[in-house]
């Protein structure tokens, strides 16, 4: 039996405390998927742009706690988001032995005191997921009162970067491109809040994203648009590389509402791809709405398939 499940005194937990904290919470998830598969863990993708929420419109240092082991290694963490959302990640070696439990008591604690204080903002479902196949973390969730809900499923999809990258002709006047070319991010705050307001990710300000495009893990090369002949961004795809695991990721990916259905998400798509290869990735994923239907035969037009699907979990107050 592994001996850690008999001492607690092998981890420590605290809360987060700076950027370093989070340059191990990154290298924590590459290393969990050296270790597992493409799918176990988040991509650095995925938990930067969930970080940077945290950021937007909480407190890192309230709302994000870490486990590390006797010799300091982060070993696990734990993020409580403004749903309310609970998301734990915790590497293969120390999955199951307790850190899991810690980190939902105290998830539930904290929002507890958050509902209290802030009824209004932290009113709302309690919301977790799993992978399809990760059968422990959903045999988890429902023994702490989560059911399937199927409202924010996601369906994953993979691309090799093996396969060919079809050139496509770009309209006249406009350019695809990426934030190190175009420097207007106000816009590129805007484009975001056009396209998922009055969602949370929506709720993004010039200087919400000027943090945002600071952060570690970020790169301008990899945040692509598509540019109007008039100078503004129609449609965008931020991309995010695992260099450990040469696994790209593409989130969020989004176009303003008179663009859409005119070929420009494509193009960025496309534009991303190449620079995933030229960043040395062998394959990129992707995720979108199990009913996002256009997005998901957008995807597929350019090469990439389904190969897993996250499943949305919820606890009603």
């Known amino acids: 039996m ?9 981890w420590t937990s605290r809360l987060f405390d700076d ?3 989070l340059r191990s919470m990154l290298d924590m998830l590459m290393e969990g ?13 995925e938990l930067l742009f969930n970080f940077f929420m945290v950021v937007c419109h909480l407190d890192p240092s309230v709302h994000i706690r870490l486990w590390h082991n ?4 982060l070993v696990g963490f ?58 422990k973390k959903i045999a988890f969730l429902g023994e702490h009162g989560f059911k399937f809900s199927g409202r924010f499923a996601e369906v994953n999809m993979l691309r090799s970067l093996d396969e060919p990258i079809v050139e496509l002709k770009i309209p006249p006047g406009y350019r695809v491109c990426s934030m190190g070319e175009f420097t207007n991010i106000a816009d590129r705050a805007a484009a975001q809040r056009e396209v998922w307001q009055p969602w ?8 919400d994203y000027t943090r945002f495009m600071q952060l570690p893990g970020y790169q301008r090369d990899l945040d692509v648009v598509t540019v109007t002949p008039r100078g503004v961004i129609a ?18 990916v989004g176009a303003r509402l008179e663009y859409r259905q005119q070929g420009l998400t494509r193009l960025a798509l496309l ?14 994923c992707i995720s979108t709405g199990v009913t996002n239907t256009p997005a998901i035969n957008l995807y597929a037009s350019i090469g990439f398939t389904g190969v897993n699907k996250y499943l949305d979990y919820v606890r009603t107050v």
Not at 33 to 43: G, I, L, S, V
Not at 70 to 73: C, E, F, L, R
Request: glycine content about 8%; charged content about 25%; hydrophobic content about 35%.
């Open 2 to 10: 592994n001996l850690i499940a008999h001492s607690l005194s092998l």
């Open 19 to 21: 950027e370093q904290d």
């Open 33 to 45: 998927r050296a270790h597992t598969n493409d799918w176990h863990y988040a991509h650095v993708g």
């Open 70 to 73: 006797s010799k300091g290694k």
């Open 78 to 135: 734990v993020m409580l988001g403004e749903d309310p959302s609970f998301d734990c990640q915790i590497l293969p070696e120390y999955e199951w032995c307790g850190i899991e439990a810690e980190a939902f008591t105290w998830a539930e604690e904290c929002l507890e005191r958050l509902r209290q204080r802030e009824a209004s903002q932290w009113s709302g479902d309690f919301v977790s997921g799993a992978r399809q196949d990760d059968a």
């Open 200 to 207: 949370t990710v929506g709720n993004v300000s010039e200087a």
């Open 235 to 252: 449609s965008y795809v931020n991309g995010w590389i695992d260099p450990l695991n040469r696994i790209g990721d593409f989130g969020p």
């Open 271 to 284: 534009e991303s791809l190449r620079r995933m290869k030229s960043n040395g990735m062998n394959r990129v």
